[in-house]
Nanobody, 115 residues
């Protein structure tokens, strides 16, 4: 059974930082593509960042230069370091795993950027 558990969300002031973690209880983590998505109220879910099994990364234009995705295969964990946070980054952040035709999601963690 695939299980993705996000943690690290919370309330932070504009300009602050948070690090999200996603612990994956899955087989073949090291050859899975992992990603972070977010969904703000009234908006569609969007890709924030992704990382391939080989370590190649991709970012949404809105977070380039501020967010960094990384993975620790020995810990079956993927991270999202978020710096210089803005109010428009407020959303529920979801961890995603793609492996072949399989597409799995975590339950999400709330990130709120507000003064």
């Amino acid at each position: 059974q695939v299980q993705l558990v996000e943690s690290g969300g919370g309330l932070v002031q504009p300009g602050g930082s948070l690090r999200l973690s996603c612990a994956a209880s899955i087989n073949f983590f090291d050859i899975s593509a992992m990603g972070w998505y977010r969904q703000a109220p009234g908006k569609e879910r969007e890709l924030v960042a992704s990382i391939t099994s080989g370590g190649s990364t991709k970012y949404a234009d809105s977070v380039k230069g501020r967010f960094t995705i990384s993975r620790a295969n020995a810990k079956n964990t993927v991270y999202l370091q978020m710096n210089s946070l803005k109010p428009e980054d407020t959303a529920v952040y979801y961890c995603n795993r793609k492996f072949g035709s399989l597409d799995s999601w975590g339950q999400g963690t709330q990130v709120t950027v507000s003064s």
